[in-house]
């Protein structure tokens, strides 16, 4: 069974709070297939949204979304499109978002960010 990081956790939790406030629907949390994970599965008007969420405390390992390399969006995407294949019924209209969360050193929320569609 895999650990959960109590960093990433925190960052998961405030993006959810965050993407719901924009008017995200959020259907599931860590979504996991044998060659990826999904943080957050979420519905915005009529699009299903795959989202990763990166947090950082500090920029000693650079931004929390220089941290999405190209072998992790296609991770995403493939896990993404696994997933819209077994919920036919949602959304045909599918996008990836990326959250950026930093915290102080105290783990209080620093900043976060919302970028839509990076896999353009």
């Not at 956790?9 to 959020?26: F, S, V």
Request: charged share 30%; glycine share 4%; hydrophobic share 40%.
């Amino acid at each position: 069974m895999r650990v959960a990081n109590p960093i990433a956790k925190i960052g998961e939790d405030l993006a959810c709070k965050y993407l719901q406030k924009k008017g995200y629907r959020i259907i599931e949390r860590n979504f996991r297939k044998g060659y990826g994970e999904l943080d957050i599965v979420a519905i915005e008007k009529e699009s299903l949204v795959f989202v990763e969420v990166k947090t950082r405390i500090g920029n000693l390992y650079g931004t929390p979304l220089e941290s999405i390399t190209p072998w992790k969006l296609r991770s995403i995407t493939k896990t993404a499109v696994f997933y819209k294949t077994m919920n036919k019924n949602l959304p045909d209209s599918l996008r990836i978002d990326a959250v950026s969360v930093k915290l102080y050193h105290d783990k209080s929320l620093e900043s976060i960010e919302l970028v839509k569609n990076i896999s353009q």
